[in-house]
């Protein structure tokens, strides 16, 4: 009943709900493990302005779950999610203004966003870097 029900709100166009059915197909938790599926709710809460959802990026940028590598794509994506304040994108970014192995002004100052938008891996690479 409740798979029914969060079903009929992804249909609506409700991003979270989107967000929830694609996961729960592309882990086959609570609803069979279907690739295809799962990345139709993921681009549809995308589209919704889900920022999580945006972070396909990565996919695109890997070319894993059946998404083609798609550079362009995956720069789009990043760019709304980061838009968006998503906190791993913002750690990705705060990772691409590195030089030589450190951190620049602005990666220390996207990394300090990124921890305290709660991505606690941005935490630890601070501490890494700032003691």
Do not use: C
């Not at 009929?8 to 882990?27: M, S, V």
């Not at 083609?68 to 791993?88: K, M, N, S, V």
């Amino acid at each position: 009943m409740w798979i029914a029900k969060l079903e009929q709100l992804a249909e609506q166009g409700h991003p979270l709900a989107q967000w929830e059915i694609g996961q729960h197909y592309r882990f086959g938790d609570l609803l069979p493990l279907d690739v295809k599926r799962a990345n139709h709710w993921l681009e549809r809460a995308a589209e919704s302005d889900y920022a999580e959802a945006q972070h396909l990026a990565w996919f695109y940028e890997t070319g894993q779950n059946e998404y083609p590598l798609d550079i362009g794509t995956a720069e789009i994506w990043y760019q709304r999610a980061f838009a968006q304040q998503h906190p791993e994108t913002v750690y990705l970014f705060a990772i691409r203004k590195f030089q030589d192995g450190q951190p620049t002004e602005e990666a220390i100052a996207l990394l300090k966003k990124s921890a305290e938008l709660g991505f606690k891996q941005a935490s630890e690479i601070l501490r890494q870097f700032t003691h």
